[in-house]
């Protein structure tokens, strides 16, 4: 049985957290409605809002290795070891996966964690199989493998150290500086060019990052770690997404300046699209935050969405179209240009030192 709604919780004033709201799940026919009344008593009881504590759940996955099948990102595997995310950024298209468990997009997402624990026993098993050659590995590909619970559950590093057992090729993407805890396993892998770490940054406000991505890493705290990975030799990258028109493409060229100064040699950019079931979150997020912009930001987001505020299709969906698109893209590359970043082609993650990893017993690891 899925875990219960906190649909008590819905008052519109949780602390520390992205969501106010748990939408009724689009693939179940019962839906709760929170009485008025009711909701009043909880704003007149707890005026500087309430605390809704994270729940972790065991995902019993039977496979860890996912194949990506679309021609706008460039791994063709990833592993995931968390579904739900506690960073609770309120654009999150990873939001609607969780209706799959029969639960919310809203705050479900973010309180509702589940585990991955024996993903490293799984990669091992699949790293072993006789069709595996070494291929690149993406983590995460939906949320993110630094996530606080991971500090204590320790999902991410223990498939890390398989990888670096077998000398497999990964890239991360994280907006958490706890990728730094293991610079020790990254280093290893970066030492046979088969690592490399991006760093999600989408503004240089703590302010709005706290509002936006409210249990991630500050933008300080993102560039200490870009700095501290490219020290120990890991090639890092920075990621400006997504921009938000309106919101924080003024803050592109100083976001690339930053990121730059930090050691990060290569950049991407993600033009903000919100899937349908994210989109009623993030405007509620918006009337909320920044009630005198918010019609004019969602205006603007339809802008580069061809009149709406996703668009599905490959080749767009990323960089979205039109005229503020356009210069959206003619600004990052400008910037790219003028702060050395995406000089020269990219280095492919190698496989060439790929070896099975050890079943059973001590992991090589450095031996």
Same mark, same amino acid.
């Given at each position: 049985m899925p875990p219960e709604h906190d649909d008590h919780l819905t008052s519109g004033?949780? +602390?520390g957290r992205g969501a106010q709201l748990n939408p009724p799940n689009r693939f179940e026919p019962v839906r709760l409605s929170i009485d008025g009344d009711y909701m009043d008593s909880v704003h007149a009881e707890h005026p500087e809002g309430v605390q809704a504590r994270t729940q972790v759940f065991q995902d019993f996955a039977k496979t860890i290795l996912n194949r990506v099948d679309t021609p706008d990102v460039p791994m063709v595997w990833t592993v995931n070891p968390y579904?739900?995310?506690?960073?609770?950024? %309120?654009?999150?298209?990873?939001? &609607?996966?969780?209706?799959?468990?029969?639960?919310?997009?809203g705050v479900d997402f973010e309180t509702k964690v589940f585990a991955k624990l024996e993903a490293p026993e799984l990669l091992r098993r699949e790293l072993n199989r006789r069709s595996w050659w070494g291929e690149p590995i993406a983590m995460s590909g939906i949320t993110d493998p630094y996530q606080p619970v991971e500090?204590?559950?320790e999902v991410t590093r223990g498939c890390l150290r398989v990888m670096a057992d077998a000398r497999q090729p990964v890239g991360i993407i994280t907006k958490n500086r706890m990728v730094t805890r293991d610079i020790d396993l990254l280093a290893h892998l970066a030492g046979y060019d088969a690592a490399s770490v991006a760093i999600s940054l989408t503004t240089l406000d703590p302010v709005l990052s706290q509002k936006m991505? &409210? +249990?991630?890493?500050? &933008?300080?705290?993102?560039?200490?770690?870009?700095r501290e990975l490219t020290d120990a030799g890991i090639p890092v990258a920075v990621m400006t997404a997504p921009i938000i028109p309106g919101l924080n493409d003024r803050e592109i060229p100083a976001l690339l300046e930053a990121a730059a100064d930090a050691g990060a040699t290569r950049a991407g950019m993600v033009v903000m699209r919100l899937p349908w079931q994210v989109k009623d979150l993030f405007v509620e997020w918006l009337h909320r935050e920044f009630p005198d912009r918010a019609k004019a930001i969602v205006a603007r987001i339809r802008e580069v969405r061809g009149g709406h505020l996703t668009d599905p299709r490959f080749g767009t969906r990323m960089t979205g179209e039109g005229e503020r698109a356009e210069q959206i893209?003619? %600004?990052?590359?400008?910037f790219c240009r003028r702060y050395g970043l995406n000089v020269g082609e990219r280095t492919p993650l190698s496989s060439a030192h790929f070896r099975r990893p050890e079943l059973g017993g001590q992991a090589r690891l450095f031996g």
């Open positions: 004033s949780l +602390r579904r739900g995310c506690e960073h609770g950024c %309120i654009y999150c298209y990873a939001r &609607p996966t969780h209706e799959t468990f029969g639960l919310s997009c500090r204590e559950l991505e &409210p +249990r991630a890493s500050s &933008p300080g705290a993102r560039l200490r770690a870009m893209r003619q %600004i990052h590359t400008v």
